[in-house]
């Protein structure tokens, strides 16, 4: 049985998915895919349905509308889980992580780790073809996140990751509030609060080179609010926690 599931969320990825898609089959040829496509308008759903049908390990989970790209995921995930699979992957559609480095990320999991992240900010990662204005945004969101959430991952931003299915199923998805990017600092920051053991791979990022990218300023903002509100949480629930041990 094939213990491997790689999600590839879409959302107007018509230029890029069938390259990346290819790229995958070729480099982690002993997993399956899914593709989950929030009702593109582009037509990425239709082309996600003919890539399915020239190759069984590929299927397609249609989303009615387009609701953010962490509930992409956790709809992803429990199909995984749902399904039986050891270890559940998530990977950019836009072709800006690189498949290969999944073999490296897929054996620390095995080793032990909970949840891989291919990391960006660590020895050996790098960006390509990012402006500095990009570069410095999400160099000092990650930095802040850290600082206020007492996260030791130097790229809770990430979205190529690998997850043990067995950690991820101790998650409460209802609990998960982001709906965008931020999604992937709360997830991240979901199994350091919960003790388990994540681990960083360093990884390339190269920018996409076909379609336009997701980000926006108000992501930036909901990342940044939310973090902060988390922080601020965090901060007096432990306060409260000590003074409860005080007494």
Known sequence: MVDTLV??????????????????????????VLIVDDSSPDGTGELAESLAAADSAVTVLHRSRKEG???????????????GYRFIAEIDADGSHDPADLAAMLTLAQDGADLVLGSRWVSGGAVLNWPWPRRMISRAGNTYARKVLGSQVRDLTSGFRVFRADALNTVDFASVA????????????????????VAEHPITFIERSVGRSKMHVGIVVEALARVTMWGLFSRRRTAARHENADD
């Not at 991240?188 to 053991?197: K, T, V």
């Open 178 to 197: 982001s709906q965008g990017y931020c999604f992937q600092i709360e997830l991240a920051w979901l199994f350091e609060r919960a003790g388990l053991l």
């Open 7 to 32: 999600i590839v969320p879409t959302y107007n990825e018509l230029g890029s998915l069938a390259s990346l898609i290819g790229r995958l089959r070729q480099t982690v040829t002993g997993a399956d």
């Open 69 to 83: 790209l962490g509930r992409a995921y956790l709809a992803g995930f429990q199909h995984g889980l749902d399904q």
